[in-house]
């Protein structure tokens, strides 16, 4: 119950991420928003996202992978998304032991397991039940959906992890979402021709419009955060973009109520050359020279979102 989004940009320097920060509790499935942030820091260099349905999941897949990451020197975005990868498969694989097979073949069957009979050979005289078990289990969805988004030597980086432990490089794409808004999230991507070669300013414009349009999905909150990998660091959007980027966006949405055409990729594009511009214009608001703060630290002599950060 939740949406999370990342685009690649710049040309591959950045990554702009956006994220709801609401909370479902599953034992009465209410949805609640709170201050927490859903943005986690793995290395000082990348972002962890989520969407799932129990987060004792979501930790148990992120804390088999920690350890690991603290013995490297050096961690490649690619390594991370493999780890994160593995972890979910363990976690997968831990459930369909304790929830299902457990359950249906009982202590005899954890016996002969311990003692190193494996499921097809204990089955083997009974190939029915062998047959439900394995649709069971290739039916079980742990529902936990992961994105590992970050920089390394050789760039941006975006990947994808999900059903069934499965690893997607999205980076020729540039840009994905996750969670109930996802499908929202991703159209409006579309429909702005984002791309990795699109510049921040436009792409911050992009992704936060993303995140606005998917909160129509049952679930999603109105909170947003954003934040910016690139090669100085994690750096999050503070709430004067955030607000600037909110009035740039109900511009554009009146605008599209009372367009007189239909081309929505024609509009999207005089807006997008509007911030690439820089236009003088005081009717249009502009992303201001703001002071990103980066976790953790003070937002005092650092370049704003206008520069480099």
């Not at 607000?243 to 367009?259: Q, S, V």
């Amino acid at each position: 119950m939740t949406v999370a989004i990342a685009a690649i940009c710049d040309s591959g320097k950045c990554v702009v991420i956006a994220s709801d920060q609401m909370h479902t509790d599953m034992r009465t499935l209410v949805n609640f928003e709170t201050q927490a942030s859903k943005l986690e820091q793995i290395t000082p260099m990348s972002l962890l996202l989520s969407a799932c349905d129990n987060t004792s999941t979501l930790r148990a897949i992120v804390n088999s992978v920690k350890p690991r990451i603290r013995e490297l020197h050096e961690t490649p975005i690619v390594r991370l998304a493999e780890m994160m990868r593995d972890g979910y498969r363990m976690v997968h694989l831990q459930q369909l032991d304790e929830l299902l097979i457990v359950p249906s073949l009982g202590p005899d069957y954890v016996r002969m397991r311990d003692n190193g009979v494996s499921l097809p050979d204990y089955l083997k005289n009974q190939p029915s039940t062998y047959e439900r078990i394995v649709l069971q289990m290739s039916q079980h969805n742990i529902g936990v959906e992961l994105l590992v988004a970050g920089i390394d030597r050789l760039g941006a980086h975006l990947f994808r992890v999900n059903h069934p432990g499965v690893s997607q490089n999205i980076e020729q794409l540039g840009y994905t979402a996750i969670g109930v808004g996802k499908f929202h999230a991703a159209t409006r991507l579309q429909v702005a021709a984002q791309t990795q070669f699109t510049d921040l300013n436009a792409t911050l414009l992009n992704v936060y419009s993303a995140k606005r349009a998917s909160e129509v999905a049952p679930g999603v909150g109105v909170k947003t955060e954003m934040a910016i990998i690139n090669a100085n660091g994690i750096w999050l959007s503070p709430a004067a973009v955030l607000d600037e980027l909110g009035a740039l966006y109900e511009k554009m949405e009146k605008r599209i109520e009372n367009a007189d055409f239909a081309n929505l990729q024609e509009l999207y594009e005089m807006d997008f050359k509007v911030v690439q511009s820089q236009t003088q214009d005081p009717s249009i608001p502009r992303i201001p020279e703001a002071e990103p703060v980066q976790r953790g630290s003070s937002a005092k002599n650092q370049p704003g979102l206008g520069q480099a950060p």
